[in-house]
């Protein structure tokens, strides 16, 4: 079984700053890939950004140049550092570990992180 805990949401105001940190537990395949996704309300999930074990990153354009998204393979975490935030990034953020095992994949979400922005 594999547990996902997300934390760092909170309230923060237009062009503040805020890091979400995210810990994967349990059976966990070493070549996986980790990222986080948003849902703001009536709004489908959708990508914030993602990392291989290698590095590689990939970031939705609405956030590059603004959130940075790293990971330390040693503890299974992941972190998203957010800076100059806006209300539009106002959102359910969640926490994401994947790989593919033996040609099955395997996908585990975290229960998500509210973050507001608003002044």
């Given amino acids: 079984q594999v547990q996902v805990v997300e934390s760092g949401g909170g309230l923060v ?4 700053s805020l890091r979400l940190s995210c810990q994967a537990s349990g059976t966990i395949f070493t070549n996986n890939g980790m990222g986080w996704y948003r849902q703001a309300p009536g709004l489908e999930r959708g990508l914030v950004a993602t990392i291989t074990r290698d590095g590689t990153t990939n970031y939705a354009d609405s ?3 603004r959130f940075t998204i790293s990971r330390d393979n040693a503890d299974n975490a992941v972190h998203l550092q957010m800076n100059s935030l806006k209300p539009e990034d106002t ?3 969640y926490c994401n570990i994947n790989w593919v095992i033996l040609g099955s994949s395997r996908s585990y979400w975290g ?3 509210q ?3 608003a002044s």
């Fill in 115 to 117: 973050v507001i922005v």
């Fill in 63 to 65: 956030v590059k140049g």
């Fill in 91 to 93: 959102a359910v953020y």
């Fill in 111 to 113: 229960q998500g992180t």
């Fill in 13 to 16: 105001q237009p062009g503040g």
